[in-house]
């Protein structure tokens, strides 16, 4: 399934003060992790939004739309395929010489869609719902009250097993 473990803040959003941004948290401790379509991603320290690359800057609601307009924020995840000019250790040089293998590592990125759901995911992606942020008309700072977390939370096996194991004992 997707989610984060119970109990753990990882890819939390937060409101920076007097910012048109967020801050996507880690966790204590870190590195916080999130299970996205089978992947499981990880962030090891906390990040704001628009620091990510390749991310939109956030725009202010303005007359033209809803007010207040809901934005949706999700996680996008993939697996990023990595070849031996980002490690050389698949170049095999002390042994053949010459590039084996290719491997995978997943890779994220937290967007925001405007106005809108969460879009369906390109092929090869998934997508997972982190919060919500409702914004009125004409205010450029995002609030901690205008954010509503989304996350669910999965229970590790090991605690699945902990409390079968207690209702046993009951019954």
Not at 50 to 71: C, E, Y
Not at 88 to 115: C, Y
Not at 147 to 167: H, K, P, Y
């Amino acid at each position: 399934g997707n989610g984060t473990a119970v109990g753990v803040a990882g890819f939390a959003v937060q409101a920076i003060p007097a910012a048109n941004d967020f801050r996507i948290a880690a966790g204590v401790p870190a590195p916080g992790t999130c299970l996205v379509g089978g992947i499981e991603v990880k962030i090891a320290a906390d990040i704001n939004y628009s620091a990510q690359a390749g991310v939109p800057a956030l725009t202010t609601p303005d007359a033209t739309q809803p007010d207040p307009r809901t934005d949706a924020v999700f996680l996008d995840a993939w697996l990023d395929d990595v070849d031996g000019v980002e490690d050389a250790e698949l170049l095999n040089s002390s042994d053949i010489g010459m590039q084996t293998s290719v491997r995978q590592r997943p890779a994220w990125r937290v967007r925001v869609a405007e106005g809108v759901a969460v879009p369906a995911p390109a092929a090869g992606h998934f997508h997972y719902a982190l919060a919500r942020i409702v914004r009125p008309r004409n205010n450029a700072q995002i609030t901690g009250a205008m954010i509503t977390d989304l996350r669910q939370t999965i229970t590790a096996l090991a605690d699945v097993g902990s409390r079968l194991a207690f209702m046993e004992q009951v019954l």
